[in-house]
């Protein structure tokens, strides 16, 4: 049998490697999809969403983290929206590592997947996305900037070696 080799997608703009080009096509594909579409995916439960990213952050975030900033992330709940996709997960940091959270969350971000995605890469500034309102953060203040000002301090996630 002979193997074929199938060539790689052309990245996105600002796109550096595959799984940028995965990341950000899947969300373009879901800003065309029809609105009754993203309805039935946000009636979906929330805690598969939320144990997978859980898994995700305990490999790629919850190591950049020094103890005292742990400690000051652990407890509330925060709720992740892509409203493009209309998939929604909540999560809090526990003793543990990052876990799926059923309480009503203290922090809500929403946004489109793509500017996530940026925000996330280090590929745009997060004051900027906030202000142009691409991504919103809604409820506890002080809690929302604790959050931000980590992510600025660690930088962009995607240079990151997940933990084996």
């Known amino acids: 049998m002979t193997s074929r080799t199938w060539p790689e997608p052309a990245p996105a703009q600002g796109a550096?490697?595959?799984l940028d080009t995965v990341?950000?096509?899947f969300a373009r594909l879901a800003r065309g999809a029809p609105p009754?579409?993203?309805?039935l995916v946000r009636a979906l439960p929330v805690?598969?969403?939320?144990?997978a990213l859980a898994r995700v952050l305990d490999r790629w975030l919850l190591p950049r983290l020094d103890a005292a900033t742990r400690q000051a992330l652990r407890g509330p709940g925060v709720e992740l929206e892509l409203q493009d996709l209309g998939i929604r997960a909540r999560l809090r940091l526990g003793a543990r590592g990052f876990e799926p959270c059923a309480q009503a969350p203290a922090v809500t971000i929403r946004g489109a997947a793509e500017a996530l995605w940026r925000l996330v890469r280090g590929w745009d500034d997060a004051d900027r996305l906030f202000f142009e309102r691409e991504l919103v953060m809604e409820g506890d203040t002080e809690f929302g900037l604790l959050?931000?000002?980590t992510l600025d301090a660690l930088g962009p996630l995607g240079d990151a070696r997940p933990r084996p």
């Open 16 to 18: 550096r490697g595959w």
């Open 47 to 51: 805690q598969p969403p939320s144990f």
């Open 36 to 39: 009754g579409l993203r309805g």
């Open 147 to 149: 959050l931000k000002n």
């Open 23 to 25: 990341v950000l096509s």
